[in-house]
């Protein structure tokens, strides 16, 4: 048996001993559209019914980190309406438990809810557009850093709404997340000017200057495509820094359970040269460790060492940041739970 099937063994006895608690439980990802490889994960999320969150669990095996996670209804209408960015969780999933029938058909409703939406070109148009706002407040940022390595962060954020936007004129969303974003844009029936070339430009720019015009005219491509103003955004107003927290450093070490696998991902697109890939995921990783780590760390920097010809700088600079958030969580007391096999996960649990 696969590990993967394994896992999902796992996950389903361990909904048999919690069932009064679950109304749902739903994979997603690469296992479900059929790309999965040794090293991928399951994707699973579980809608409560309780309060208790029980089943909620991180952990890292053989080396590839899992997170299983509660979401709520509330937010599974909000992905049905194209609300929320989240689509694969509902429109590419497949439901693994069910507490009745009730909850299964609600599931489902929901699934066609999104079906219905897709063929409305209107309402598309509405939620292209609102992508290409988010997008034009990124813009602004943009344009007013002096930091090349936030401006990455930035742009790779406004690359996922600009690609959002345009899915969503095409009717369509990225049915693999941002793992294939740019292969599925090139499938796209329309596309705006030279909006390939310019993803390629953003890559590839070295420079601060470079990556802001590049960001700029990307965006200006964007509004004409749906024909839309390119509306001017008030320049962001300074915040007062935040003064750090307390460590947590349980917290840093379910932190970094679930994103291990964003390491993993930087190393294996250094292998295989994916640079559009390894841009997104270094500045979702980045924002990440400035945003949700609790704990403190020599830097995380991740952005300044990308070179689009050269992914070794970055990947080397990963695993510098990935040992230190190890070494810093085991000597704060945190413990992060690291596993060879499937059993041990049942020992955690006393289930076997």
Same mark, same amino acid.
């Given at each position: 048996m696969k590990?993967?099937?394994?896992?999902?063994t796992y996950i389903?006895q361990?909904?048999?001993?919690?069932?009064?608690e679950?109304?749902?439980v739903?994979c997603?990802?690469s296992?479900v559209?059929?790309?999965?490889t040794?090293?991928?994960d399951?994707d699973?999320?579980?809608?409560?019914?309780?309060?208790?969150h029980?089943?909620?669990?991180?952990?890292?095996?053989k080396?590839i980190?899992? #997170?299983?996670f509660?979401?709520s209804?509330e937010?599974?209408e909000?992905?049905?309406?194209?609300?929320?960015?989240?689509?694969?969780?509902?429109?590419d999933?497949?439901?693994i438990?069910?507490?009745?029938?009730?909850?299964?058909?609600?599931?489902? #409703?929901?699934?066609?809810?999104?079906?219905?939406?897709?063929?409305?070109?209107?309402?598309?148009q509405?939620?292209?557009?609102?992508?290409?706002?988010?997008a034009g407040?990124?813009?602004?940022?943009?344009?007013?850093t002096?930091?090349?390595?936030?401006?990455?962060?930035?742009?790779?954020?406004?690359?996922?709404?600009?690609s959002?936007s345009?899915?969503?004129?095409?009717?369509?969303?990225?049915?693999?997340?941002?793992k294939?974003?740019?292969q599925?844009?090139q499938k796209m029936?329309?596309?705006?000017?030279?909006?390939?070339?310019g993803?390629?430009?953003?890559l590839?720019a070295?420079?601060l200057?470079?990556?802001q015009?590049?960001?700029?005219?990307?965006?200006?491509?964007?509004?004409?495509f749906?024909?839309?103003?390119?509306?001017?955004?008030p320049?962001p107003?300074?915040t007062a820094e935040?003064?750090?927290s307390k460590p947590?450093?349980?917290?840093?070490?379910?932190?970094?359970?679930?994103?291990c696998?964003?390491?993993?991902?930087?190393?294996?697109?250094?292998?295989t040269?994916n640079?559009?890939?390894v841009?997104?995921?270094?500045?979702?990783?980045?924002?990440?460790?400035?945003?949700d780590l609790?704990?403190?760390?020599?830097?995380?920097?991740?952005?300044s060492?990308?070179?689009?010809k050269d992914?070794?700088?970055?990947?080397?600079?990963?695993?510098?940041?990935?040992?230190?958030?190890?070494i810093s969580?085991?000597a704060?007391?945190?413990?992060?739970?690291r596993?060879?096999?499937? #059993?041990?996960?049942y020992q955690?649990?006393?289930?076997?």
């Amino acid at each position: 048996m696969k590990i993967q099937e394994q896992v999902l063994t796992y996950i389903t006895q361990r909904t048999n001993h919690l069932a009064e608690e679950i109304a749902l439980v739903v994979c997603y990802g690469s296992y479900v559209t059929g790309n999965a490889t040794a090293l991928s994960d399951v994707d699973v999320f579980y809608i409560p019914r309780l309060k208790n969150h029980e089943l909620s669990e991180t952990f890292i095996l053989k080396g590839i980190g899992y #997170d299983i996670f509660p979401l709520s209804w509330e937010i599974l209408e909000e992905i049905a309406d194209f609300k929320n960015g989240l689509s694969p969780l509902l429109g590419d999933s497949r439901v693994i438990y069910s507490y009745s029938p009730q909850e299964l058909q609600r599931f489902e #409703d929901l699934q066609k809810q999104m079906q219905r939406q897709l063929a409305d070109k209107q309402l598309m148009q509405e939620r292209a557009i609102a992508r290409l706002k988010k997008a034009g407040q990124l813009n602004q940022k943009i344009q007013h850093t002096d930091s090349l390595s936030f401006a990455r962060e930035l742009v790779g954020k406004q690359l996922s709404s600009l690609s959002e936007s345009i899915a969503y004129q095409n009717q369509t969303y990225f049915h693999k997340g941002m793992k294939e974003q740019y292969q599925e844009l090139q499938k796209m029936d329309v596309l705006p000017e030279d909006f390939l070339h310019g993803y390629q430009a953003i890559l590839q720019a070295q420079t601060l200057p470079v990556l802001q015009q590049a960001a700029k005219k990307l965006f200006t491509s964007a509004c004409a495509f749906l024909h839309q103003p390119e509306a001017r955004y008030p320049e962001p107003a300074l915040t007062a820094e935040i003064p750090s927290s307390k460590p947590d450093y349980h917290q840093a070490a379910s932190w970094y359970e679930e994103v291990c696998s964003s390491f993993n991902k930087i190393y294996s697109c250094e292998q295989t040269g994916n640079a559009a890939l390894v841009f997104l995921t270094a500045g979702s990783l980045q924002s990440s460790l400035k945003e949700d780590l609790s704990i403190d760390l020599a830097t995380t920097d991740l952005l300044s060492f990308y070179d689009f010809k050269d992914l070794t700088r970055l990947s080397k600079q990963a695993r510098a940041i990935e040992r230190d958030c190890e070494i810093s969580i085991i000597a704060g007391g945190g413990t992060i739970h690291r596993y060879d096999t499937v #059993d041990e996960l049942y020992q955690r649990h006393k289930m076997k």
